[in-house]
């Protein structure tokens, strides 16, 4: 197994800097707000061919200012026990705080290697910030620039050092994970679905809207399979969207969208259904992602035998652009109906990665013509000479023809729908693109 590091400390000394900067990415959000990570984060790392894993943290502080430092605190504990290696982050800026010894304090108590490292120490001449800290006990520190890079190769020399000996033995190939990116407005119950699935207080869970604001992942198996579950902030209107962290938060979300294949779309059914549920449900076809439209909170809508039916159509009203996506009423709450996601998640995951041949395409494109004939543009039918599979997840098609522009949008939707029909693509988005056949003098 990969070695895990955890990176903790209090508020604002650049937890998130650092894992960016080890990292090489930018998955944690940065901003100079104290407490912006309230969810673990991770991501992946490597220094002198060890590969790793970072953990970022929510900071740690004992004073419950916003309502989430005791929940941050918990979060805290198991970044802790589920690490190799924890990093507790100090502040070379601002100088030692209160805090610091606190968290020093529960540091002595764990029995496993701890780094101290005294961030923002841009330089040698910054060196002199380190004295005070070691008023606090410790025996080594190491000073480094998260922002600037400086102490940092020396800093990953000695914690690369100290990873278990074991590490990365017994490993195996994994199973292909599915990632399903779990999206929608705020407060529809995102976080409390994957909790469900999971089993466990895995991510933090509020009535206040836009409580998650980092995107997530965890993985679970179900029925032997492997899952990556993508939780992310609540994607709110343009409008809304006025603090440049929610900005970010957004930002997080839709591109979480891009490195998912199914975007589960979550939306209040107590609510009802929203232009911004619609617009979210657009951002993940705009992306070529397979969706399951979810109505949740089911267990508190007054229904009777005809609710269900006269939602989903209410929905597929709406949303007609998703027809081929399933939709399902479920209960994060209770679990009702949540474990049918995975069987709907499996049947759009074999569609979505399938692979059509180039025979059965052209059969299939040459009888949807003959049926329905193509259009006229500039005076001259449109022929069509040649169609073949270009890609897979989403199966993605071209058709080779004399008049790329000439093929009306309609006339492509229908050939959308003979393929779906024909190849029995039914729950995945499909793309379809014209060129002109090459080689030959085009006509006209």
Not at 9 to 22: A, H, L
Not at 199 to 212: A, H, N, Q
Not at 353 to 359: L, N
Not at 404 to 413: A, I, L, N, T
Request: overall charge positive.
């Amino acid at each position: 197994m990969k070695p895990i590091v955890a990176v903790v400390g209090r508020p604002n000394v650049g937890k998130s800097t650092f894992f960016n900067r080890v990292t090489g990415t930018r998955d944690a959000l940065v901003d100079n707000i104290p407490g912006v990570t309230r969810d673990r984060n991770y991501g992946d790392a490597s220094w002198d061919g060890i590969e790793f894993t970072v953990v970022d943290t929510g900071g740690f502080s004992q004073q419950d200012i916003d309502g989430f430092a005791g929940q941050i605190r918990f979060q805290l504990q198991q970044a802790m026990e589920d690490a190799d290696v924890i990093i507790l982050m100090l502040d070379g800026k601002g100088g030692a705080s209160p805090f610091d010894a606190d968290l020093i304090k529960i540091l002595r108590n764990v029995s496993k290697p701890v780094f101290y490292a005294v961030n923002k120490i841009d330089g040698v001449e910054k060196e002199d910030n380190l004295y005070e800290f070691y008023n606090l006990g410790v025996d080594e520190l190491f000073p480094v620039s998260s922002e600037h890079g400086y102490g940092i190769p020396d800093f990953l020399d000695a914690l690369v050092a100290k990873f278990p000996s074991e590490a990365g033995a017994g490993t195996r190939p994994q199973d292909e994970a599915v990632s399903l990116a779990v999206v929608g407005r705020p407060n529809v119950g995102k976080s409390s679905l994957i909790n469900r699935i999971l089993g466990s207080e895995r991510l933090l869970v509020s009535d206040v809207p836009g409580t998650t604001r980092d995107a997530i992942d965890s993985i679970c198996r179900i029925k032997g399979k492997s899952y990556r579950l993508i939780d992310t902030a609540g994607i709110r209107r343009k409008g809304k969207v006025s603090r440049k962290l929610e900005k970010f938060s957004v930002i997080k979300a839709l591109r979480s969208l891009d490195r998912c294949d199914i975007a589960l779309i979550v939306m209040d059914a107590y609510e009802g259904i929203t232009d911004q549920d619609v617009t979210i449900a657009g951002y993940a076809l705009e992306r070529g992602r397979g969706c399951i439209l979810l109505l949740n909170k089911w267990d508190i809508v007054e229904k009777d035998g005809r609710t269900a039916r006269k939602y989903i159509q209410q929905l597929r009203s709406a949303a007609r652009f998703l027809n081929f996506a399933p939709a399902l009423t479920v209960s994060a709450k209770t679990g009702a109906k949540v474990s049918k996601i995975f069987s709907l998640t499996d049947e759009i995951y074999r569609q979505y990665s399938s692979r059509i041949g180039t025979s059965q395409m052209n059969q299939i494109i040459e009888q949807a013509t003959g049926q329905r004939e193509p259009g006229i543009h500039r005076n001259r039918r449109i022929r069509f000479y040649y169609a073949t599979q270009v890609s897979a997840k989403p199966p993605t098609f071209v058709c080779f023809v004399n008049y790329p522009e000439g093929v009306h949008f309609s006339y492509q939707r229908y050939l959308v729908n003979q393929i779906r029909t024909a190849a029995g693509l039914d729950k995945t988005p499909i793309r379809l693109f014209f060129k002109a056949r090459k080689g030959r003098r085009q006509e006209g």
